[in-house]
């Protein structure tokens, strides 16, 4: 057997990409106070010090911005911070997290690792709706101001700011990654020049972004498996799934469990994307269930019953039987959850293919998702998109 000499595995090395820490949650967050080493897909020699690489850089002003509006777009031509170089072995997994530094190549690692994500799921490269004006993403790792967003060739993190104490979004993965969201649906579908009246493009991007931090969340090993120990295995069952989300740290599950109808929301933008994520959650979770089921994990009558009206019993007899599961084959729900993830990821990236921005309703984006999707995973979206009011049922 002949072994690797080193130059041959310094090469090998330098193909798995560069390591990065992220927070999956922000570390204020308990169970979350340590950060994940992740491997990026962009090779060490792509990266300079910023971080920054031929898709986008990062910024620290030295002094407080202003943020960006339509009158002023980056570059961000100010005093800045000295950028943070990598360590000696080319990655970024050397510096401490509660550093200044820290905060700019954490928004990095968070933006490169959505992209990882989606671009995935889409099967190309996502190239930049504001490509041929500025050819890099702009990343501005602190702004004082109490918000995030992205724009046309930026993205700015400001910070919450409750009972005096300051959080960087930067340190926040659900927000950056949210905001990525709105760039990669712009990125596929372009900028919407003449909507018509009607038109549900911004509450499709919220809702679109909301799924972009929901799934990229569950891209983490360490999220789901502390998902699935806290819940025992029931993160399927809803009234679990609402006790749940009142007293943890999941903020997607949180803002993906509810039971909006179109009916019942307002003309406001986030509002009218509820019904809309909710049965993208929906799914997710049927499809759950559904894998639970065929390798023995769940009760067989957990797919016929509509879970939302479940009777107390019938909650409690299936919550037991997962539970006893779980103990035994953990690495199943893992798998189950994964393969649900994926599914709906999925569905939701091809659909973008097909969706027209200046001519956007909620139906017409829910039937493109539905369209694009695969096995079981149609039927339920269609039905959950039906029990949504999205769409109309058959």
């Known amino acids: 057997m002949r072994l690797l000499g080193d130059d041959a595995l310094e090469t090998a090395n330098a193909r798995l990409g560069t390591r990065f820490w992220i927070f999956p949650q922000p570390p204020f967050i308990p169970g979350y106070e340590q950060p994940d080493r992740v491997w990026l897909s962009i090779p060490r020699d792509e990266i300079g010090e910023g971080p920054s690489d031929p898709t986008m850089y990062v910024v620290d002003p030295l002094l407080d911005k202003h943020p960006y509006a339509s009158n002023q777009l980056p570059p961000f031509d100010g005093a800045r911070r000295p950028p943070p170089s990598p360590g000696p072995d080319r990655h970024f997994d050397n510096m401490r997290p509660d550093s200044r530094a820290f ?37 501005v790792a602190f702004v004082n101001w109490d918000n995030a967003q992205a724009g046309y060739g930026f993205l700015e993190l400001g910070c919450s700011d409750i009972d005096g104490i300051r959080r960087p979004y930067a340190l926040n993965f659900d927000a950056i990654a949210h905001e990525v969201g709105h760039l990669i649906l712009l990125s596929e ?40 120990r806290r819940t025992r295995g029931n993160l399927l069952l809803y009234n679990e799934l609402n006790r749940f989300a009142e007293t943890s740290p999941e903020t997607q599950i949180r803002l993906a469990t509810n039971f909006r109808r179109v009916s019942e929301t307002t003309q406001n933008v986030h509002d009218r994307a509820l019904p809309f994520v909710g049965a993208i959650f929906d799914t997710i979770v049927e499809l759950y269930h559904r894998e639970l089921v065929a390798r023995g994990c769940a009760d067989i009558r957990l797919v016929d019953f509509d879970i939302r009206d479940l009777a107390r019993d019938d909650f409690d007899r299936f919550r037991q039987m997962t539970e006893d599961a779980f103990q035994i084959k953990p690495m199943i729900f893992r798998l189950a959850l994964t393969a649900a993830r994926d599914a709906v990821g999925q569905a939701i990236a091809v659909a973008l293919r097909s969706l027209d921005p200046n001519m956007l309703r909620l139906d017409q984006a829910a039937y493109a998702v539905i369209a694009a999707a ?21």
């Open 374 to 394: 695969q096995g079981p995973a149609a039927g339920l979206l269609e039905s959950n998109f039906a029990w949504r009011e999205i769409i109309n049922r058959r």
């Open 103 to 139: 905060l700019g190549v954490h928004a990095y690692a968070c933006v490169h690792f959505v992209l990882d994500i989606w671009q995935s799921y889409l099967g190309h490269p996502i190239r930049w709706f504001f490509s041929q004006t500025f050819p890099r993403l702009e990343i």
């Open 189 to 228: 579908t372009g900028i919407p020049t003449a909507p018509t009246q009607g038109d549900d493009f911004f509450p499709f991007s919220e809702a679109f972004s909301d799924a972009v931090s929901l799934i990229s969340f569950l891209h983490f090993d360490s999220a789901i498996d502390r998902l699935l």
